[in-house]
């Protein structure tokens, strides 16, 4: 489940009665800023934030159904090493 497709509201989802791996994007996106203002990030990378704490509030989407929490980390935007671990850490590790 992503939270990004409007026909797929998390209520929906759960009424469903499936398993689910989530991938919120408002969470688990880690290409993205984790910091504002994007000028105080230490490297260029995708627009949008996903700070340590949104990651840290995908726990509040605990439910029988969820399998797990996958996080996105798209590489292809990504210059370095360097910069994969600075995207990845501590947010990864929050998921």
Avoid: N
């Amino acid at each position: 489940w992503r939270d990004w497709s409007p026909e797929a509201s998390w209520e929906a989802m759960l009424d469903l009665g499936r398993r689910l791996i989530i991938a919120p994007a408002s969470k688990s996106y880690l290409d993205i800023y984790q910091v504002e203002p994007h000028s105080a990030s230490s490297y260029s990378v995708q627009e949008g934030t996903v700070s340590l704490r949104d990651t840290y509030g995908a726990a509040q989407l605990e439910s029988p159904s969820v399998l797990g929490v996958q996080g996105c980390l798209w590489s292809e935007h990504l210059d370095s090493w360097k910069v994969l671990e600075y995207q990845l850490f501590p947010r990864g590790a929050a998921l």
